[in-house]
Every structure is written in structure tokens, then in C-alpha cells.
């Protein structure tokens, strides 16, 4: 048993500054980004590791379940506290610490904003930035992005998050302080830092973190394909990989949001196409040359009707503003959108991207594809109007099937969003129950007393509690 | 692939070792009893070099891998003349991390019996995965101590169209210039006062900034793959300190801080950590499974 909840939040009080308990303030905290509705208790905003071990802690002695949270842009529910559980909202804690622009690495605290991150850098003068760039980065944050394991379009060359966080100071649930992984290539024992990365909240609280800086490109080219058939589009991505390049972003959408998209950035998208590829290549001028040149080559091979080529840094910022404003144009056609978010192997788009067609058909509804085509990852956005009787059931009934439809094809759940509550009953599509018995494991080897963002990712049976509650949205 | 022959010889009780093809330095006691020692699985599954996938047995020689992914302009970023498993569980990476980035990234999903000898698997199938925890990462480095790698799913990446060493020489000052100017190279080895140099990519643009940056070329890697016994991890900024205070020849990977000696390096951590402890018992109670292995290394 807890004791009452005044004693709570006196100790609470005692070592943090910033304690929010307003009711309307507190419900701002009730999701994130996802549908999925959850019930904040009270919100903090610690400005130091002193405020958040004091937080940690006041909550293990009260065996209170805490919620970290970045800027909240998470779609799978990660940051949804359920039955009023704490809310650390870290987006206070946001300095960058250091940068050492020769061995291009910095110390961040988890609150800088993704964007935020790069920006500096060029304000300081170097020629550097932070390679994950999920469309969300201009208002998500590094700590999130640990979190989540965030992707984005330029991650296809570059890799995701992990790739990119080299060590981590963490508070456990018992607010011990520990420092996960380090400046060096090889820390002694397990990989203690690529195990967090990732983990959703649910191994501890990440209070700096040691990201790895990537160059900036010296040439740049964006070019824009366009196809009648999302087929050839499809094939054109497989085949360019299979050339051996690795372009820098390999970007879909199809018709649909093709057309949402132009109507809202007025980039010259072809309004007549079935698919255009927003492909992107990187790096020093003879090789941009060869591979631009290589991928027209292979986008005429499968019938691509037009090639633009990007001529300048204006034009660039359009075509990536159509592609990363995508959601924002949805609204044009309906007020509501259930972002997905799976990943198959890319020899199966073409297929999976026809089933989907069908599944959202089936369901009366309409999709937009718009996704990261190189790494296979797809992005099917439900577009709705939530106030149709029966719409959501019909949503969510169709997302099931294309989570269903992308594992069976070989691909798992989700390839950026993380599973969070949303995909949480849905693991055992990809995962025995020794596999996740082996994840519930190093969730209690983090955090024994199961009280940082419990239910999460694991599906009830690997989870001890006796707190099941389902919120409304989530796809159970 | 014999996956379920494999977890019936790691079995249920014992201590058992596994092996590969002994290449790695691995530092073993011999105050504790073996059972058995096991090999993984070896062969190559699936290809698919469209995904930049290839799936195997842990017991793979590199060779085989390298083999089948050079057919088609491809390969995997392991370094070493053993297996697939060994390249895996040990985790060091080759002296090109400049540019082809640490072995653990290399590892997308992995089959490995447990100490039940149990099959679990972890991670997923293709390049871009974020569906549940990532237990793949504790497995690279873990030299076999959670758990028996049998069969992997690996991410290939393409051969540059070309690849020279160069070399020039080089103080500090002169490495850091090079560092910051250079376009991603492949890899930046200093000895105190050579610098050699691994660019890889387009020849243009290759000879272009040799011939900008003044950079003579050089036949191969400074020094062959054993001739140091040991390899220091250190924080790339430590690099110049250690380099100039070393008394015999090293080579130090700049940007990376692994320096390659002849000597072993101080003040290392030797005991597991609370976590760690805790992964060992959750995954190992018994200790059954290569015991014999000091951990960490």
C-alpha cells in the first residue's frame, strides 16, 4: 500500500522546484502525440540530476510509477502516463554541456531539441550536425529521441539514434546515478548503453547524453522522380540499393498525398503520378556525380516519367518541406489522421502497399503513403473524420490489419514510433513468449521495481502488475 | 541450419564453451571445469542483397560471408579471419570504425541459446527495427555470457568503388587538421609521427584530396592485424597523451581512440556492475555457459 498522497508531494516538494498539480495543467500530460489517452497525477519539471534523483527516489519510497517525457511528439503512447502515475517532464533540463568538434561529439542534457542540436552546432561554426531526423525534429527531443531509438529520412546511410548516442548518464528507479557506455569505442562489459537506447522510459531516466556529431555533407543533390505505377517507384528503390549505393534518403509518396502535399507547399509535385521518389544523394562531388547520374539511370530503367533535379538550396528545402510537412497537409482532406507505422523488406513494398490499399478500402476509409522507401519503412496515414459514428472502430480495425499484414510479409512492427501501449498486445506477432520473457528480463535487470514506465512494450503476461488498465484508443 | 541440434548440445546443465576458430585473444581461466565445448551452426541461410541482409550460423567463417557477399559488390563490416559468432561475441571492431562504424551496428537480429538451451531470439529481420528492447546490442561483446549465438541476420553494406591508403607526415596539430578537413575517411591510424590514411569512396574524388591535402600514397595498413597483443579503448581526446607517453611504437586510430600497444592497459574496471550482474543471473544463474571466460575483459 502508498500512503496517502499528500505525503507524496510533500517529499516531492522537498528537493524539486518545479511540482505542477492544476488539474487542467496536469491533463495537458494525459497522452502524447498518440490517440491514446492515459490520466496524469502531477507533473515535474526537474532542472538538474539532483531534482531528478530526488524525484526517482521520492518515488520508490511511495512505490509510485513515474512517466519521463520529453516534448511528447511520441505516436505509440510511450509517454501516456496510465492511472495518474508522475510525470517527469524533462524539457527544462535542456543545455548543450560540450562539444569537441574534432572528435565530433557533445554532452547534451535529454530537453535540447533535435533541431535545436544541429542549429548550434552551426551557430558555433561547425560544419556538423546530429544525423537523426525524424520529421518531428523540430519540436522532439534528444532524450525522446534516446527513448524511441528515433529514425527519419537521412537515417537510411546514416543510422538510427543508437548509431548516434555514445554514452548516457542515467538515474535507475532506485535513483542511483550510473553512466552507460562513454566517450571511448570499447567500454568494458555489456553494452549496457545500446540496450537503453530504445527502452521507452522503462530502464530509467537518461539526465545527459553523449551524441555522436556527423559532417555535413560537401554536395548535396535532391532529385524528384515521378512514376505512373507505385510498382516502379518500388522496384526503382530496390534496384538502386542493389546497385550498391546507399543514398543519403529514399523517400515515397503516392498519389494521394501527393496531391494533399502540393496543395499545401505548391513544390511542382506532379499532380498526375501514382508515386514520386524524393531520393537524395550525399557526399564529395565526382561520387554525387556518379551515383545522381547511376540513379536517373535506374529510375528511366523502370519507367519514371520525369527527373528534377533540385538546382539550388531553395529548391531542396521545398521538395523536403513537401515530404516532412506531409501530416500537416493531411488536414485539407480530413480533420483527423492515425499515423502507422511498420516496416517490411523492400522487395515486398509493392505488394504490402496493394494490401493496404485493399484493407483501407475494405474499411471505407482513406489512406496517404508517404514513408521512408530505402529502409523499407512504411508510413500509411489513415485520414478521417472523427466525428463519423463508428469511424474510429473502422480505424482501428484497419490499422490491426496492415500491422498484421506488414510482420506476415517478413517485417516487424514498427521501424521508429516504438511500441509504446499502442503495439504493446501485438509482440507476440513478432516475439515467442521466451523471447519476450527474455525482454521482461533485462527490463527487471535496469529497473527490478518495475515503477519507470510500467505496461509499456510488453504485453500483459510478461508484465507483473495488477494495474491493467487499457486506455481508450489503444488497439486492444 | 540444425538450430535445435545446436540448443540440444549447449543442453540443460554442465558448463559448456563455445568455439569458433580461436583467431580473437580471448582471456580464459582454467580454475573452472569444462563439460563440453560446442561450435555453432555454419552456413549461409539467405542472401538478399536488394535488403543489404544475409543470414547465417554463428559458426560461419568470415571468409564464406565475404565470399558470397563480394559477388555482388558487397560485404560486412566484421572484422577478422574467424567466424561470424566469434567477430560478434567478442566485438572489437577493424581499423577502418572510422568509416564503417563499430560492430554492433552491423548486427541486426540474433538467434542464441539460452541457459535452459532454450532458442530466443532478439532483434528483427530487417535494416530498420524499434519493436521492443534492443537485446541484440548486450549480445555483441558479451563474449557468449548471456547466451550462445547460433544464427544471425547481418546488415551487408556496399564495396566502395575504390579504397587507398596514403600517408604523410604528422604532429598532432597536422592530425587534427587532417580530422577536420578530411570527408569521412575510412580510417586515420598516427603513430606519434606518421599519419596513414584509408580513403574510401569515388577515385576522383579520392585522388583529389590527396593531391589537395598533400598525402602520398602508401601500400595497406601500417602494421598487420597481430602484431600488437593489445588494443586500448580510450576517449579519442586521450589519443595524443597516450601516443606520447607510449614507449614503444603504437598506432592509435584517431577519431575513434583505439589505440593498438604492446603493453596491457592500466586501470581497467574488471568486475560486472549491478546491472550487469543482474543481466547474468537473469540470463545465466548457473554460470554454465562459457565460465571459463573472464568477464569483462
Known sequence: MTRPADDFIVDLTRGVSHVHRNPIEVSLFDHDASTIEGRAGVVVYPTSLDEVVHVVTTCNRHGRPFVARGAGTGLAGGATPLDGALVICLTKMNRVLSVDPVNRLAWVEPGVLNLDLSRHMAAMGHDLHFAPDPSSQQSCTVGGN??????????????????????????????????????????????????????????????????????????????????????????????????????????????????????????????????????????????????????????REHRARTIRVARDEAERALLWKGRKTAFGAVARIKPNYYLHDTVVPRRRLPEVLDEIYRIVDRHDLLVLNVFHAGDGNLHPLLVFDKREPGVMERVHAAGEEIVRASV????????????????????????????????????????????????KVLPSPASCGDVQHVPEGAWI | MDLTGFAERVGTS??????????????????????????????????????????????????????????????????????????????????????????????????????????????????????????????????????????????????????????TDADWSRVVELQTVLYRPAALLWNGDRLAIRLDGDPDDIAESSRRFGLSPRTGAPFAENEFTHRWSVAPIEVPAIVRSARAPVWAEVGVGIVHHVEPQPSRRGTPNRIELRLLDEFDPDRRLNPDVVFPQ
Not at chain 1, 499545401?264 to 556525380?289: I, Q, S
Not at chain 2, 558448463?15 to 565445448?37: L, P
Not at chain 2, 552456413?43 to 560461419?60: F, S
Open chain 2, 14 to 167: 554442465g558448463t559448456v564453451s563455445i568455439r569458433g576458430r580461436s583467431s580473437r585473444t580471448v582471456e580464459r581461466t582454467v580454475n573452472v571445469d569444462i563439460d563440453r565445448v560446442v561450435t555453432a551452426p555454419n552456413g549461409v541461410v539467405e542472401y538478399h542483397p536488394d535488403e543489404m541482409t544475409i543470414t547465417c550460423g554463428a559458426g560461419t567463417p568470415l571468409e564464406s560471408i565475404r565470399n558470397v557477399t563480394a559477388e555482388n559488390g558487397q560485404s560486412v563490416a566484421l572484422p577478422g579471419s574467424g567466424t561470424v559468432g566469434g567477430a560478434l561475441s567478442v566485438g572489437r571492431s577493424g581499423i577502418d570504425r572510422l568509416g564503417v562504424g563499430p560492430v554492433r551496428d552491423t548486427l541486426l537480429q540474433a538467434t542464441f541459446v539460452d541457459h535452459r538451451g532454450e532458442l530466443i531470439t532478439v532483434g528483427g529481420p530487417t535494416v530498420k527495427n524499434v519493436s521492443g528492447f534492443d537485446l541484440a546490442r548486450l549480445l555483441v561483446g558479451s563474449f557468449g555470457r548471456l547466451g550462445f549465438i547460433a544464427r544471425v541476420i547481418l546488415r551487408t553494406r556496399p564495396v566502395p568503388r575504390a579504397s587507398s591508403w596514403f600517408e
Open chain 1, 408 to 455: 506476415a510479409a517478413g517485417g516487424v512492427l514498427s521501424g521508429e514510433h516504438g511500441i509504446g501501449l499502442e503495439k504493446r498486445d501485438y509482440m507476440s506477432l513478432m516475439f515467442s513468449e521466451l523471447d519476450l520473457e527474455a525482454q521482461a528480463a533485462v527490463r527487471r535487470s535496469f529497473d527490478p521495481s518495475g515503477l519507470a514506465n510500467p505496461f
Open chain 1, 146 to 299: 534516446v527513448a524511441n531509438n528515433s529514425g527519419g529520412p537521412h537515417c537510411l546511410a546514416d543510422g538510427v539514434t543508437s548509431a548516434h548516442v555514445l554514452a548516457l548518464e542515467v538515474v535507475l528507479s532506485d535513483g542511483q546515478v550510473v553512466v552507460l557506455g562513454g566517450e571511448e569505442p570499447e567500454p568494458d562489459g555489456l553494452d549496457l548503453r545500446g540496450a537503453f537506447v530504445g527502452s521507452e522510459g522503462m530502464f530509467g531516466i537518461a539526465t545527459k547524453v553523449c551524441v555522436r556529431l556527423t559532417q555535413n555533407p560537401p554536395t548535396v543533390r535532391t532529385m524528384l522522380l515521378d512514376f505512373t505505377s507505385v510498382r516502379d517507384g518500388a522496384d526503382t528503390v530496390s534496384s538502386i540499393i542493389a546497385a550498391g549505393m546507399v543514398p543519403a534518403a529514399l523517400e515515397m509518396m503516392d498519389a494521394l498525398c501527393i496531391e494533399a502535399v502540393e496543395q499545401y507547399v505548391h513544390a511542382g509535385l506532379p499532380l498526375d503520378a501514382a508515386a514520386v521518389l524524393l531520393v537524395e544523394v550525399t557526399g564529395l562531388a565526382h561520387d554525387v556525380d556518379a551515383q545522381a547520374e547511376r540513379v536517373a539511370e535506374i529510375g
